[in-house]
């Protein structure tokens, strides 16, 4: 089992920054790929960014360039760092872990980011 926890969210103005986090737990093992997904009310949930272990990242096509994923081993954390926000990016952003970038097994509860115009 593997615990995920997020923090960071919060309010920030149009243009701003932001970083989250997400520290795991447990079974380290098990999150070889971390990654962040989204979900805006009345939408589904949708990729953000994904990396591996060894640092390949994936992202989103159209958050490219504003948002930048990584990970520090040593504190078992993956952070998002969000620039230049829109409003168009408020939304629940969910901590993931897995074997995979397909297949992530374990999901954090959930940080709310509002932009404001």
């Known amino acids: 089992q593997v615990q995920l926890v997020e923090s960071g969210g919060g309010l920030v103005q149009a243009g701003g920054s932001l970083r989250l986090a997400c520290a795991a737990a447990?079974?380290?093992?098990?999150?070889?790929?971390m990654g962040w997904y989204r979900q805006a009310p009345g939408k589904q949930r949708e990729l953000v960014a994904t990396i591996s272990r060894g640092g390949s990242t994936n992202y989103a096509d159209s958050l490219k360039g504003r948002f930048t994923i990584s990970r520090d081993h040593a504190k078992n954390t993956v952070y998002l760092q969000m620039n230049s926000a829109k409003p168009e990016d408020t939304a629940v952003y969910y901590c993931s872990a897995g074997p995979s970038g397909l297949r992530m097994d374990y999901w954090g509860k959930g940080t709310l980011v509002t932009v404001s115009s």
């Open positions: 447990g079974n380290i093992f098990s999150t070889s790929f």
